[in-house]
Structure formats: C-alpha cells, structure tokens
C-alpha cells in the first residue's frame, strides 16, 4: 500500500475529485496548507502598500491506494491538476507499513 500526497492549486480541487472518483478513489483526505516553491510568492498591494506574499495557498490531499493503482491515480492527478503554468504543485508516494479501521477492526487492503 502506499500513501499519496498531492500538494495542488485550490481551484483544481473538484476537477481532480472527480477525476479520481471516475476510476474508483473515493476516500482522501484535503487539507489547506501554505508553501512556496519555485513559484516564490508574489508582491499584492493593499491600500496603496506593496506588500510581499511569501506562503501561497495550497490544497494538500492525502490518499492510501493499493500498489497496484499508484501509476493509474498518479496520472489522474497530473491530467486533472495540471494548468501548465508555475505553482501547479507536487506528487509524493510513500509505504504505508499498515491500516487500521478502527470501527471495524479491519486492517491493510480490507480497510481502505
């Protein structure tokens, strides 16, 4: 099993949703998170004040697939989130040793 992380731009987020449920993900987990990148920010101004934003606003999403979908989602991802410019975001996978429904009791493949 291995663990997803795909840091996007926000307004992507139900483009790649939705791709992801087409080719049955159905469980992730979003998270709102800040970071920069090669992107490094940008200047704003704000009653006649430049001011510099540092930490651009991202969406974290975090998904467990079974090894054999990692390619699959991996593609979906980059298709439905991709805008071909700067700051569109990063992809990393990483083992999962094991998973625990808690509910149920169920563990590794029988609970995700």
Known sequence: MKRIEAVIKPFRLEDVKDALADIGITGMTVSEVKGYGRQKGHSELYRGAEYVVDFLPKLKMEMIVANE?????IET???AARTGKIGDGKIFVSDIEKIVRIRTGETDAEAI
């Open 69 to 73: 979908q990692v390619d699959q989602v």
């Open 77 to 79: 991802v980059v298709s």
